[in-house]
């Protein structure tokens, strides 16, 4: 078969680019490639590129139905070009020079980039412990940015708590000591693995927990958070993409959270200089006893302070802030730039005069407003249609930022690598390729001059969707990626009460957004997608649950909270995940469609008349079991999809309809149970 696949590159921040990494999954027809080792990349002018490939699934025949594309792209500010993916066995895809080389001993992973050689060691979290700088022209020359061993403040990642307060009076609330949980002390629970190696890209995880630090009394082991940190490298490149996901393994009605932070570990000398986004760039010298602190408290609110010992001075103020802060010496720098500063507020950036490291706090409200993660209400408002308790147990949050290591020389153009880390190029699928592989059930590229009205309707849910989160400003750490689900004509806003609020995972207009990407190819609606399925997959979802761990890999019912209803199988809409993982090969969606695989094989049903299947739970178990065989190929989800498929049979009426609410041990397929109220949507009795 003569392949050819389109990946169309669109430039649209104004910035040229050389050799900047771009990842994309593109599908395969049915039968057309059976292993990956005859691909190829080619550029614009048909000249072989390095490509990396990985394949993410395959189609029954055997035959690979997603493939994951890493390069290195040219394109210049401004510009669409078009890369090509081709299939030929006697010329696979170019290795390049400049490639990833890995390490592993007892005591670190080493990842050699080619211009920067960072380690991460194995015995307690530093984020990382040794970061050097090669010299670009030379190949040879090393420069030592850091190293653990040499210095006493590490690398960190931590949250901070309170476990009490008081109502006035003599009246207190006291659950615990408080205080910061910090990676570093939890090496029991430490791990580091390499999840990914590549010629182009490799990926470093770091999984555990955070422990309170209180260092006396009866206190130690207590681990209310879990984390993952994955550190994405790139050959040829001096910065990495790191991913930080926390789970709230707390109580909620307990445990309240004051920050969520890294501490990326630097040692400078000489003259402390740093430069900042702010209404314009900000840049000048520190004292050791001086911070800068860039703090956005609002998706159209940021602050700028120059704090000495306890003097707090607000230097700047304005409403969205890029992102961005530098800090370097004498010799050499670090960068860090935090993706959707504004959009995922409150959250903050911070350097020192002390030359030792910048913080990262992805949760931090400068005013000292507290993350709370309990459930709005006691009881259940079972007249509004809710269902059964839940909280913020097991809810997580991933943010993604930069960090890029430089010499001071190069402090100018350090500042637009960050910017440009913060606006990518952006890489499509033609559309007319993804509709012909036929691999999301069937779709056709936008033709708004065969069918205007149809079109039209289309462009107009998604774009009417995008515009009620502006207009609404429904962002924030946990808020966005979500949208409120159901409009009161009554009194002419939103319902917020009962079951109705957010949408969470009611239905999936998610994946709907992922079908107009497709057919578009419009980077807009990525980011929109990617925004949605986050939030999904993360805050709706949920990831530990000590006491009712049946709950885990499930997604939360639609309410006030996006998570005061529990987890069930009517409400854990996956496809959009998929879409995901298949456009991006993005290891968290793969751990989170693991975590409901599992969920949907604990499902259980009886076929005693007093209860009833929910088509859609049962359903939604059927397509989720059969997407997560697909992506992992083990076999106990197609055997239990099996199973789940004869029952969905047997509750077919004759004339090929179901019931709603169906028993398949009944004459007429309906349930003895009373008409259904407002309980889950689960096998429930009314």
Not at 41 to 69: T, Y
Not at 258 to 271: C, F, K, S
Not at 394 to 404: H, I, L, M, Q
Request: net charge negative.
């Amino acid at each position: 078969m003569n392949l050819s696949i389109p990946l169309i590159i669109t430039e649209s921040n104004g910035q040229s680019r050389s050799r900047y990494p771009l990842t994309r999954g593109a599908p395969l027809p049915q039968g057309a490639v059976l292993e990956i080792g005859g691909l190829r990349m080619s550029a614009p002018d048909g000249a072989n590129v390095p490509a990396q490939f990985r394949v993410l699934s395959r189609w029954p025949d055997g035959s690979v139905k997603w493939v994951l594309i890493d390069f290195q792209a040219d394109v210049a500010a401004g510009e669409t070009i078009v890369y090509t993916v081709s299939h030929d066995e006697q010329h696979p895809a170019l290795q390049t020079a400049q490639t990833i080389n890995l390490e592993e001993t007892d005591e670190y992973i080493a990842v050699d980039t080619g211009a920067l050689i960072f380690r991460i060691g194995r015995k307690r979290y530093g984020l990382i412990d040794q970061a050097t700088l090669r010299n670009r022209k030379s190949g040879s020359d090393v420069y030592t940015v850091y190293d653990a061993r040499e210095h006493s403040r590490r690398g960190d990642a931590w949250v901070g708590i309170t476990e009490g307060g008081t109502g006035g009076g003599t009246q207190r609330r006291i659950y615990g000591m408080g205080g910061i949980c910090r990676a570093s002390l939890a090496q029991d629970s430490y791990t580091v693995s390499i999840e990914e190696a590549g010629p182009l890209r490799s990926v470093i995880r770091c999984d555990g927990a955070c422990e309170a630090d209180i260092p006396m009394h009866h206190y130690g082991g207590y681990q209310p958070f879990r984390y993952t940190t994955r550190i994405y490298a790139y050959a040829g490149q001096a910065h990495l993409r790191v991913l930080h996901t926390v789970v709230m393994a707390c109580n909620p009605r307990e445990t309240e959270i004051d920050e969520i932070a890294l501490r990326i570990p630097v040692a400078l000398n000489g003259t402390v200089r740093y430069a900042v986004s702010s209404t314009r760039p900000k840049d000048g010298t520190l004292a050791p006893d001086e911070t800068i602190h860039l703090a956005q408290s609002a998706d159209n609110h940021f602050r700028l302070y120059r704090n000495r010992g306890t003097e707090q001075r607000l230097i700047s103020e304005g409403e969205r802030s890029e992102g961005w802060l530098t800090v370097d010496g004498d010799e050499a720098g670090v960068g860090v730039a935090l993706r959707d500063m504004a959009e995922e507020y409150p959250c903050a950036l911070e350097t020192s005069g002390s030359g030792d490291g910048l913080t990262v706090y992805l949760w931090r409200d400068p005013d000292g407003k507290r993350l709370n993660l309990a459930r709005y209400a006691e009881d259940i408002a079972w007249h509004e249609g809710e269902g059964v308790y839940s909280d913020g147990m097991g809810t997580a949050k991933t943010r993604e930022f930069f960090v890029t290591f430089y010499r001071s020389e190069e402090r100018t153009q350090v500042i637009e690598r960050l910017r440009g880390l913060l606006y990518p190029p952006h890489a499509a699928l033609d559309p007319s390729w993804a509709a012909d592989c036929e691999v999301t059930g069937g779709f056709m590229p936008r033709a708004s001059d065969r069918f205007p009205v149809s079109e039209r309707m289309m462009t107009d849910f998604v774009d009417w969707m995008a515009r009620s989160i502006e207009i609404g400003r429904w962002y924030g750490f946990l808020d966005r990626g979500d949208v409120l689900a159901q409009w009161d004509e009554v009194d002419e806003d939103w319902r917020y009460r009962g079951r109705w609020g957010w949408c969470n995972s009611e239905w999936d207009p998610r994946h709907s957004v992922w079908i107009q990407y497709l057919r578009t190819g419009e980077a807009k609606y990525f980011r929109l997608g990617e925004a949605m399925t986050r939030h999904s997959m993360d805050v709706d979802t949920c990831h530990h649950n000590s006491i009712r761990p049946y709950m885990i890999g499930g997604c939360f019912r639609h309410s006030i909270d996006h998570f005061s209803d529990e987890p069930c199988a009517s409400h854990t809409f996956i496809d959009n995940w998929v879409d995901y993982y298949y456009l991006t090969g993005d290891l968290r969606t793969y751990d989170v469609l693991q975590e409901a695989g599992a969920f949907f094989l604990r499902y259980r049903w009886t076929e005693n008349p007093a209860y009833s299947f929910s088509l859609r739970s049962i359903a939604n178990v059927l397509r989720g079991l059969l997407h997560v065989y697909e992506i992992n190929g083990d076999s106990r989800f197609m055997d239990r999809a099996e199973e789940v498929y004869e029952v969905i049979a047997r509750g077919q009426n004759e004339d090929g309809s179901w019931h709603k609410r169906f028993q398949v041990s009944t004459p007429d397929k309906l349930p003895d149970q009373l008409p259904y109220g407002m309980a889950t949507e689960g096998t429930t009795l009314a």
